[in-house]
């Protein structure tokens, strides 16, 4: 009586992933209705497969490296390299590794970091974004099987990329916004989250309430669906708004890996019915992120995935 249990995001056991049936159907539902869900792995990693706090402390040594030496971090696509010095939001630095599954990407970022090469952090990044998108293609293709569209997996993974991006905020000084990262839906088809001791990330509910993301154990993930992924499932995924607040005198560090498709994404043909009108013309991925950048109304709350590729409906 007069107490609403606030709603949670779900969280879901990795070791279940593996062996339980009937987790693709629930792994499908947390995305539909959260745009998001917990998955604790501490069962199935090893601290020699990835060491997260060796990870996050490599992010420290890659921070502290002179600005000059980050802003070397370019890329021909928006969002890939180094991003910082936003006026707006002053708390936030951050730096994107491109092909980040493979060993010649992290190679060719370290490199262009410490031209005299870092084997440790070379080696720690590449075994983290290799675990992580282990995990980020079974929930990819859990997701195809729970809609009974697997025959399209393969060639979808053919197609995928990771980026790899790593992002500091430092705490605000007096009468500075507290808003590490503004409210924003991501870009990606699928990104997973991670952070380390210090919280902050927030993610709104499709009834607009604002849920502070509390990683269960240091081997946690956030799983969230991007605007890609809204888009190829016909408005059924949804891909929540979410940002960092920072409270608090620490420094936060955290870890994204973001899947994008390098061509065209199509709405499968199974999901689109009498009951479930086509919504989303096809798209190129990389083209929605341009879009992304130079539409450039980042500020507000507004569909961009909608504005690039919706299906307009008339009456
Ligand atoms: O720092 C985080 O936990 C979230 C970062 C984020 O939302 C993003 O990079 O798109
Ligand atoms: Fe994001």
Redesign the pocket.
Same mark, same amino acid.
């Given at each position: 009586m007069g107490f609403v249990a606030q709603p949670n995001i779900p969280v879901i056991n990795m070791v279940d992933m593996k062996q339980k049936t009937g987790i693709s159907d629930q792994v499908r539902h947390a995305l539909e209705e959260y745009g998001c869900f917990l998955v604790v792995c501490d069962h199935v990693i090893s601290e020699e497969e990835v060491n997260i706090k060796e990870t996050f402390d490599s992010l420290k040594t890659l921070f502290d490296l002179p600005m000059e030496t980050k802003v070397k971090n370019t890329s021909d696509k928006a969002y890939h390299g180094y991003v910082g010095q936003i006026p707006f939001l002053p708390l936030l630095e !951050?730096l994107g590794i491109e092909h980040a599954t493979s060993v010649h990407g992290v190679k060719s970022f370290t490199n262009s970091m410490w031209p005299s090469g870092n084997h440790n952090f070379c080696k720690t990044i590449h075994s983290y974004a290799k675990l992580v998108s282990k995990i980020e293609e079974t929930v990819r293709k859990m997701v195809f099987e729970s809609y009974g569209v697997q025959k399209y997996h393969e060639s979808f993974n053919e197609s995928v990329t990771y980026l790899l %991006?790593v992002?500091k905020?430092r705490p605000p000084i007096a009468n500075e916004t507290k808003m &590490? !990262?503004i409210s924003?839906t991501?870009k990606s088809f699928i !990104?997973i $989250?991670s952070?380390h001791q210090v919280k &902050? $990330?927030e993610v709104k509910t499709k009834d607009n309430k604002w849920l502070p993301i509390d990683y269960p154990t240091p081997f946690s993930f956030l799983v969230m669906a991007g605007d890609a992924f809204k888009a190829w499932s016909n408005d059924r995924v949804h891909s929540p708004y979410?940002r960092?607040v920072m409270n608090g005198d620490e420094c %936060?560090y !955290?870890i &994204?890996l973001f899947t994008y498709h390098k061509g065209i994404i199509s709405v499968p043909e199974e999901l689109v019915d009498d009951e479930h009108l086509r919504k989303y013309k096809s798209f190129d991925h990389f083209g929605y992120l341009d879009f992304y950048d130079k539409d450039s109304l980042f500020e507000q709350e507004y569909s961009h995935i909608k504005s690039f590729c919706g299906v307009r409906v008339t009456y």
């Open positions: !951050s %991006r992002m905020y &590490g !990262s924003h991501d !990104s $989250l952070q &902050g $990330l979410h960092v %936060r !955290s &994204g």
